[in-house]
């Protein structure tokens, strides 16, 4: 049992640790606005495939669309996906607290504020390179 905590817990980190890296190395040219729109983002890409696919003007609207509902039907997936990590979290630290004696339980809880206040930078940082 304390065998999975722990694999569950170090899954978690490395998933943070994979995506702030992936962040911190992605190149800053993604972040730069092509005629005011992010590049890579919906409109962007519906430029791309409007130029290379010669759309139509109603091809155009099908198209964007479709991309639209993907990028709605993702941002839900998103939320849904962040509550449920959330849930495992929680439920994994209450399992880990319970295993603590009192040091440990204040090391274990001054571990996860670093870990958060690392996080809240993190989306601060990629709210910045958005804008």
């Known amino acids: 049992m304390k065998k999975h905590l722990l694999m569950a817990s170090a899954l978690g980190l490395a998933l943070q640790v994979a995506t702030a890296t992936r962040a911190v190395a992605a190149p ?16 962007a890409r519906m430029d791309t495939m409007a130029e290379r696919l010669k759309l139509s003007p109603d091809q155009r609207k099908t198209v964007g669309a479709a991309l639209k509902e993907r990028m709605d039907r993702m941002n839900v997936l998103q939320g849904e996906f962040t509550s ?12 880990i607290d319970g295993a603590l004696n009192p040091d440990q339980k204040a090391e274990f809880a001054k571990m996860k504020g670093e870990m958060e206040k690392r996080r809240d930078e993190f989306k601060s940082h990629r709210r910045d390179r958005k804008e």
């Open 84 to 95: 449920k990590r959330k849930a495992v979290f929680d439920a994994s630290d209450k399992k």
């Open 28 to 43: 800053p040219e993604t972040a730069e606005k092509t005629e005011g729109r992010q590049r890579g983002g919906p409109g």
